[in-house]
């Protein structure tokens, strides 16, 4: 019995390398799960559920597929693929997240989060964050052409890109006085998140109370997966192939 976590795979075409390794994730090792959860960032950026492309079908079928098979896939938003709504849904047969979930991982309760909100010293790209989150604006914008809302991806991309250049390190970590006041609103010992790209199990310990901040790792260079069963936990990697 375990469950796998998984986050920051940033899948787009321009890389079939890290494409390659969430295919043979999904049929070799998903597979045999109890539970898949996806906590953000699974593109590298999702434009909209009316996406036509090829590589955005084939993605959805490996998800589709892995449910139909009985297994439950739950899905929380991130920083680029937060337009995946309730179509993709749909269509694939996986489970919307909260921002902030609690579930009950053999009777452990756990917070789960993409976790770009605990970096709370990253002020410009949260002021960005509440912005295109904003109902109206989503709106607006998942009504626009295909061939528009992906130049207008584009140009977004281009200045995260050289605005993450000029940040250090330490503002795109997470805050510590935010971690802990997210579990103590959720009334948890544990929390699983991704975004930082820094996969680690840190251990916390508070009044005499020990509390576990798992850490997520990125795909870039390799797969990155939480096994987490009724045994205990532990981060692996899954190597790319040719």
Same mark, same amino acid.
């Given at each position: 019995?375990?469950?796998?976590?998984?986050? /920051?795979?940033?899948?787009?075409?321009?890389?079939?390398?890290?494409?390659?390794?969430?295919?043979?994730?999904?049929?070799?090792?998903?597979?045999?799960?109890?539970?898949?959860?996806?906590? =953000?960032?699974?593109? /590298?950026?999702?434009?909209?559920?009316?996406?036509? #492309?090829?590589?955005?079908?084939?993605?959805?079928?490996?998800? @589709?597929?892995?449910? $139909? @098979?009985?297994?439950?896939?739950?899905?929380?938003? =991130?920083?680029?693929?937060?337009?995946?709504?309730?179509?993709?849904?749909?269509?694939?047969?996986?489970?919307?997240?909260? !921002?902030?979930?609690? *579930?009950?991982?053999?009777?452990? @309760? &756990? *917070? &789960?989060?993409?976790? /770009? #909100?605990?970096?709370?010293? /990253?002020?410009?790209?949260?002021?960005?964050? !509440?912005?295109?989150?904003?109902?109206?604006?989503?709106?607006?914008?998942?009504?626009?052409?295909?061939?528009?809302? #992906?130049?207008?991806?584009?140009?977004?991309?281009?200045?995260?890109?050289?605005?993450?250049?000029? @940040?250090?390190?330490?503002?795109?970590? &997470?805050?510590?006085? !935010? *971690?802990?006041? &997210?579990?103590?609103?959720?009334?948890?010992?544990?929390?699983?998140?991704?975004?930082?790209?820094?996969?680690?199990?840190?251990?916390?310990?508070? $009044? =005499?109370?020990?509390? #576990?901040?798992? *850490?997520? =790792?990125?795909?870039?260079?390799?797969?990155?997966?939480?096994?987490?069963?009724?045994?205990?936990?532990?981060?692996?990697?899954?190597?790319?192939?040719?």
């Amino acid at each position: 019995m375990h469950t796998l976590f998984i986050s /920051d795979l940033h899948l787009t075409p321009k890389r079939p390398d890290i494409t390659n390794c969430f295919i043979s994730f999904m049929r070799e090792d998903a597979i045999k799960a109890d539970a898949l959860y996806v906590l =953000g960032d699974l593109f /590298d950026f999702w434009i909209g559920d009316d996406d036509p #492309t090829n590589f955005a079908e084939q993605i959805k079928s490996e998800f @589709k597929t892995l449910v $139909s @098979k009985g297994v439950p896939v739950f899905f929380s938003h =991130g920083n680029r693929d937060f337009l995946v709504g309730k179509r993709f849904a749909k269509q694939t047969g996986v489970t919307l997240l909260e !921002e902030e979930q609690v *579930v009950d991982l053999y009777g452990e @309760k &756990v *917070v &789960v989060l993409h976790g /770009d #909100t605990l970096c709370t010293e /990253d002020v410009r790209y949260l002021a960005f964050r !509440e912005k295109v989150h904003k109902p109206w604006l989503q709106w607006v914008f998942n009504r626009l052409p295909f061939f528009i809302k #992906t130049r207008i991806v584009r140009k977004i991309q281009s200045d995260t890109s050289s605005d993450k250049s000029n @940040k250090s390190m330490s503002i795109m970590d &997470v805050t510590p006085g !935010e *971690v802990l006041a &997210v579990m103590e609103k959720h009334q948890v010992n544990s929390m699983i998140h991704g975004h930082t790209h820094r996969p680690n199990i840190h251990k916390i310990s508070i $009044s =005499g109370e020990e509390k #576990t901040r798992i *850490v997520l =790792g990125d795909w870039y260079t390799q797969g990155s997966i939480l096994v987490y069963s009724d045994h205990g936990y532990e981060l692996q990697n899954k190597r790319f192939t040719s």
